[in-house]
Protein backbone atom coordinates (compact mmCIF):
# COMPACT_ATOMS: atom_id res chain seq x y z
CA UNK A 1 0.00 0.00 0.00
CA UNK A 2 2.63 2.35 0.59
CA UNK A 3 4.11 1.79 -2.32
CA UNK A 4 1.37 2.86 -4.61
CA UNK A 5 0.92 5.84 -2.37
CA UNK A 6 4.46 7.65 -3.11
CA UNK A 7 5.72 7.08 -0.07
CA UNK A 8 8.97 4.93 -0.38
CA UNK A 9 9.16 6.89 -4.08
CA UNK A 10 9.03 10.30 -3.18
CA UNK A 11 11.49 12.52 -5.48
CA UNK A 12 13.75 14.61 -4.21
CA UNK A 13 14.76 17.94 -6.11
CA UNK A 14 18.37 17.44 -5.06
CA UNK A 15 18.39 14.89 -7.15
CA UNK A 16 17.23 16.56 -10.04
CA UNK A 17 18.46 19.96 -9.74
CA UNK A 18 20.84 19.96 -12.61
CA UNK A 19 18.43 19.07 -15.25
CA UNK A 20 16.85 22.32 -14.76
CA UNK A 21 18.37 25.72 -16.52
CA UNK A 22 16.74 29.39 -15.87
CA UNK A 23 17.53 32.33 -18.20
CA UNK A 24 16.51 35.88 -17.19
CA UNK A 25 13.89 37.29 -19.56
CA UNK A 26 12.51 40.91 -18.67
CA UNK A 27 13.11 43.07 -15.20
CA UNK A 28 10.43 45.84 -15.02
CA UNK A 29 9.57 48.34 -12.79
CA UNK A 30 6.99 46.89 -10.45
CA UNK A 31 5.12 50.45 -9.43
CA UNK A 32 5.65 50.15 -6.34
CA UNK A 33 7.75 51.40 -4.33
CA UNK A 34 11.20 50.20 -3.95
CA UNK A 35 10.64 46.58 -5.93
CA UNK A 36 10.93 45.28 -9.47
CA UNK A 37 9.49 42.45 -11.16
CA UNK A 38 11.81 40.19 -12.75
CA UNK A 39 10.73 37.55 -15.00
CA UNK A 40 12.91 34.20 -15.86
CA UNK A 41 12.58 30.78 -18.15
CA UNK A 42 12.87 28.05 -16.48
CA UNK A 43 13.22 24.72 -18.75
CA UNK A 44 12.11 21.33 -17.01
CA UNK A 45 14.58 18.85 -18.61
CA UNK A 46 12.96 15.52 -16.61
CA UNK A 47 9.87 13.55 -16.99
CA UNK A 48 7.79 14.52 -13.76
CA UNK A 49 5.56 17.48 -13.08
CA UNK A 50 7.27 19.90 -10.37
CA UNK A 51 5.09 22.10 -7.94
CA UNK A 52 5.39 24.18 -4.94
CA UNK A 53 8.61 26.27 -5.52
CA UNK A 54 11.07 27.40 -2.78
CA UNK A 55 13.62 29.73 -4.51
CA UNK A 56 15.89 32.32 -3.25
CA UNK A 57 17.18 35.66 -5.30
CA UNK A 58 20.46 36.84 -5.00
CA UNK A 59 20.99 40.62 -5.53
CA UNK A 60 24.79 41.29 -6.70
CA UNK A 61 26.51 43.86 -7.41
CA UNK A 62 29.88 43.41 -10.26
CA UNK A 63 29.54 39.59 -8.76
CA UNK A 64 29.57 40.58 -5.11
CA UNK A 65 26.82 39.42 -3.02
CA UNK A 66 24.59 42.38 -1.31
CA UNK A 67 21.56 40.37 -0.56
CA UNK A 68 19.19 37.33 -0.63
CA UNK A 69 15.37 37.22 -0.54
CA UNK A 70 13.70 33.71 -0.09
CA UNK A 71 9.86 32.92 -1.41
CA UNK A 72 7.87 30.29 -2.00
CA UNK A 73 5.08 29.96 -4.25
CA UNK A 74 2.32 27.48 -3.92
CA UNK A 75 0.55 27.67 -7.16
CA UNK A 76 3.45 27.49 -9.53
CA UNK A 77 3.60 24.48 -11.46
CA UNK A 78 5.91 23.35 -14.48
CA UNK A 79 5.15 20.21 -16.86
CA UNK A 80 7.49 17.41 -17.78
CA UNK A 81 10.35 18.18 -20.24
CA UNK A 82 8.83 22.01 -20.61
CA UNK A 83 9.03 25.13 -19.68
CA UNK A 84 7.66 27.71 -17.61
CA UNK A 85 7.99 31.30 -16.90
CA UNK A 86 8.10 32.30 -13.13
CA UNK A 87 7.63 36.41 -11.86
CA UNK A 88 9.36 37.28 -8.98
CA UNK A 89 8.93 40.56 -7.22
CA UNK A 90 12.07 41.73 -5.90
CA UNK A 91 12.98 44.45 -3.62
CA UNK A 92 15.58 47.04 -4.88
CA UNK A 93 18.69 46.75 -3.50
CA UNK A 94 20.81 49.63 -3.70
CA UNK A 95 23.39 49.27 -6.52
CA UNK A 96 22.41 45.83 -7.87
CA UNK A 97 22.92 45.12 -10.77
CA UNK A 98 23.00 41.10 -11.24
CA UNK A 99 20.15 38.97 -9.44
CA UNK A 100 20.24 34.88 -9.79
CA UNK A 101 17.71 32.87 -9.34
CA UNK A 102 18.32 29.75 -7.22
CA UNK A 103 15.62 27.25 -6.81
CA UNK A 104 15.47 25.67 -3.28
CA UNK A 105 13.27 22.73 -3.36
CA UNK A 106 10.26 21.73 -5.80
CA UNK A 107 7.72 19.02 -5.11
CA UNK A 108 6.68 15.99 -6.68
CA UNK A 109 2.86 15.23 -6.94
CA UNK A 110 2.43 11.59 -5.46
CA UNK A 111 -1.02 10.65 -6.96
Request: net charge neutral; charged share 30%.
Amino acid sequence: MFWNTGLFNKKEFSDFESEFSFNLEKIIDANKPNTILITYKVKNNTRYKWRDISYEIISKHDGELLATNSVSDFSWVIQPNSESFLTVKVPIVSNANEWELKIKDLEVKRY
